[in-house]
T-cell receptor
Framework: AQKITQTQPGMFVQEKEAVTLDCTYDTSDQSYGLFWYKQPSSGEMIFLIYQGSYDEQNATEGRYSLNFQKARKSANLVISASQLGDSAMYFCAILDSNYQLIWGAGTKLIIKP | EAQVTQNPRYLITVTGKKLTVTCSQNMNHEYMSWYRQDPGLGLRQIYYSMNVEVTDKGDVPEGYKVSRKEKRNFPLILESPSPNQTSLYFC????????????FGPGTRLLVL
């Protein structure tokens, strides 16, 4: 069965610094997808970035990039030049072969001014 | 505007009183899904639907029912709610190929007394 582990329940980062949010996964599927979502205090879920297991390049979307290390089963999210508005919960998820998204428990990120 | 809507946004009810949370999307998506979010557990999938009249259990289906009579609507039904179903519920939709982003509704906060 697929599993997502986010080992950092919470993080404090100084504004303008880069931040890395950890995500490791466990799957026996050869083909899978990895997602990162942001949930601000208002509650909605916001898609950030997607990485396919066969994508050779790390995915990037603006200030977000995914550090994909397939052999280590790691899909860390990197946010460059953090902003106060980045304070939120961040969730990593894996899409399994049944088209189900399996979610991690999340990391609460707080950006300090 | 492409969106997923849920109603109600907030609901307080009592044990055993049947309730329905509606979910509607205007993007002609085939795939729809319901999640519950609980502190420390992340999002857990309740049910999902690959298309009209096709529904499948997710990770935590007990105590819930769904239906998919039309493509745009995917209501979540609690026949006899219990306090352990107090949670934040999200509906989501996406194209068949889940490499596209999932669009989430704004969430429904449910309190069962």
């Amino acid at each position: 069965a697929q599993k997502i582990t986010q080992t950092q329940p919470g993080m404090f980062v100084q504004e303008k610094e880069a931040v890395t949010l950890d995500c490791t996964y466990d799957t026996s599927d050869q083909s899978y997808g990895l997602f990162w979502y942001k949930q601000p205090s208002s509650g909605e879920m916001i898609f950030l970035i997607y990485q396919g297991s066969y994508d050779e390049q790390n995915a990037t979307e603006g200030r977000y990039s995914l550090n994909f290390q397939k052999a280590r089963k790691s899909a860390n999210l990197v946010i460059s030049a953090s902003q106060l508005g980045d304070s939120a919960m961040y969730f990593c998820a894996i899409l399994d072969s049944n088209y189900q998204l399996i979610w991690g428990a999340g990391t609460k990120l707080i950006i300090k001014p | 505007e492409a969106q997923v809507t849920q109603n109600p946004r907030y609901l307080i009810t009592v044990t055993g009183k049947k309730l329905t949370v509606t979910c509607s999307q205007n993007m002609n998506h085939e795939y729809m899904s319901w999640y519950r979010q609980d502190p420390g557990l992340g999002l857990r999938q309740i049910y999902y639907s690959m298309n009209v009249e096709v529904t499948d259990k997710g990770d935590v289906p007990e105590g819930y029912k769904v239906s998919r009579k039309e493509k745009r609507n995917f209501p979540l039904i609690l026949e006899s709610p219990s306090p352990n179903q107090t949670s934040l519920y999200f509906c989501a939709s996406s194209e068949t190929d889940l490499q596209e982003t999932q669009y989430f509704g704004p969430g429904t906060r449910l309190l069962v007394l």
